[in-house]
């Protein structure tokens, strides 16, 4: 069994949902795995006690939050030690228009370049829409994006893009992987064992 970390940063909830279904199909494979909100990171928290690390945040306005970029750069050395993925989610993964879906890949690229870390495994999901969550002009701005992204514009519903397919496709081959470093196998009964 290998210690994982699902830590995350999450606008209006999405990218919790998210962190939630990797740690579902991480324990699916006897790992002992944790979610927390890097909002909820106390200051003496130590990393090191997990074998491996997984960070999403959200994109808004083009920027992922700043509360998971200070966990990276807190976390910068115990975070290049050991196998770590990165995930995050945007409208602009979410349709099949290629530009959009290169926009949000170079928001991870230029994120993970800015503070220099190379995470082993990078997954890029559609968000949600959570108009019901948005203040006015959070709503104004968010459905003049959709317009020109999903065309997603009924501001009286909430709208959900995640490919939880994709989500646990992410999952399993980051666990693959680790298992691989690690030389352990699961079982699929609750049990891993050392190979």
């Known amino acids: 069994m290998?210690?994982?970390?699902?830590?995350y940063g999450t606008g209006e909830g999405q990218t919790a949902?998210?962190?939630?279904?990797?740690?579902?199909?991480?324990?699916?494979?006897?790992?002992?795995?944790?979610?927390m909100n890097?909002?909820?990171v106390p200051p003496d928290f130590a990393i090191e006690e997990f074998d491996t690390v997984l960070v999403g945040a959200s994109i808004h306005v083009g920027k992922q939050q700043s509360a998971v970029r200070e966990f990276?750069?807190?976390?910068?050395?115990?975070?290049?030690?050991?196998?770590?993925?990165?995930?995050?989610?945007?409208?602009?993964?979410?349709?099949?228009d290629e530009e959009r879906r290169a926009e949000a890949a170079g928001?991870?690229?230029?994120?993970?370049?800015?503070?220099?870390?190379?995470?082993?495994?990078?997954?890029?999901?559609?968000?949600?829409l959570r108009y019901s969550k948005y203040g006015f002009l959070k709503r104004l701005l968010m459905k003049r994006i959709a317009k020109d992204t999903t065309g997603d514009t009924d501001t009286s519903r909430d709208?959900?893009?995640?490919?939880?397919?994709?989500?646990?496709?992410?999952?399993?081959?980051?666990?693959?992987?680790?298992?691989?470093?690690?030389?352990?196998a699961s079982s699929g009964d609750g049990q891993a064992r050392i190979e």
């Open 2 to 7: 290998v210690s994982m970390l699902v830590c």
């Open 17 to 35: 949902k998210v962190a939630d279904r990797i740690v579902d199909v991480l324990a699916e494979r006897d790992h002992d795995t944790t979610a």
């Open 38 to 40: 890097v909002a909820d």
């Open 72 to 96: 990276v750069d807190d976390n910068h050395d115990a975070l290049a030690s050991r196998p770590t993925a990165f995930f995050q989610l945007s409208i602009s993964s979410a349709g099949p």
């Open 107 to 128: 928001y991870a690229d230029e994120f993970l370049e800015t503070i220099d870390w190379q995470p082993d495994h990078i997954g890029l999901f559609g968000g949600a």
């Open 159 to 184: 709208y959900e893009y995640t490919d939880w397919a994709e989500v646990a496709a992410f999952a399993n081959d980051f666990a693959a992987f680790v298992e691989g470093r690690f030389g352990v």
